[in-house]
């Protein structure tokens, strides 16, 4: 149980394009959705959490209009890179709370590989 | 504000050897702890947790950790190294005060033939 999708897991796109990342939780109801990024050989930083039905909260420095999330349903949550840019290149990770689970614990995707060229 | 260090970015063990990554966290309010393995291109796998319960948490794999309040750490140990155990090992920090993550640097774990 407990198991997060993303979709899709390595996408190459131009420069000056937009790219949207979907995010599943395919078994339980995700009350709370989080978006990591991840540079190569580094931790994860998170970039913003989502309640669905709201806006969601961005971490400081994280760009809010050029990271759009948007959390429409306890399952899924979406991520565009608007104009993206190579410096945006990176392994964006997302996470999941389930309604009534542990306190705390969240259910991580695959990630999706985003490469800008 | 909470904080996590994970001392060793690198650690390299011999197959059957103790593995032992050590993970010190910094935090206002009580806990809750996690280690997570990530495998090249992959996500996170919760090896264990411990959220205020039994300080001795066991976890997948034969993973085990201990939260030590007074030393303020969690380290992750298991006592015989196999070679699929080569990964990226994340400590993680989480309270109620703030409601997310705070994540260790992580330390890579080689497993030596």
């Known amino acids: 149980g407990a198991v997060v999708s993303q979709h899709p897991s390595w996408v190459i796109c131009k420069s000056g394009t937009s790219v949207k990342i979907e995010c599943r939780s395919l078994d339980f109801q995700a009350t709370t959705m989080f978006w990591y990024r991840q540079f190569p050989k580094q931790s994860l930083m998170l970039m913003a959490t989502s309640n669905e039905g709201s806006k969601a909260t961005y971490e400081q420095g994280v760009e809010k209009d050029k990271f759009l999330i948007n959390h429409a349903s306890l399952t899924l949550s979406t991520l565009t890179v608007t104009s993206a840019h190579p410096e945006d290149s990176s392994f964006y990770i997302c996470s999941a709370s389930a309604a009534g689970g542990t306190l705390g614990e969240q259910y991580f995707g695959p990630g999706t590989r985003l490469t800008v060229t | 504000a909470q904080s996590v260090t994970q001392l060793g970015s690198h650690v390299s063990v011999s197959e059957g050897a103790l593995v032992l990554l050590r993970c010190n966290y910094s935090s206002s309010v009580p806990p809750y702890l996690f280690w997570y393995v990530q495998y090249p291109n992959q996500g996170l796998q919760l090896l264990l947790k411990y959220t205020s319960a039994a300080t001795l948490v066991k976890g997948i794999n034969d993973f085990e950790a201990e939260f030590k309040k007074s030393e303020t750490s969690f380290h992750l140990t298991k006592p015989s190294a196999h070679m699929s155990d080569a990964a990226e090992y994340f400590c993680?920090?989480?309270?109620?005060?703030?409601?997310?993550?705070?994540f260790g640097t992580g330390t890579r774990l080689k497993v030596l033939a």
């Open positions: 993680a920090v989480w309270t109620s005060g703030t409601y997310k993550y705070i």
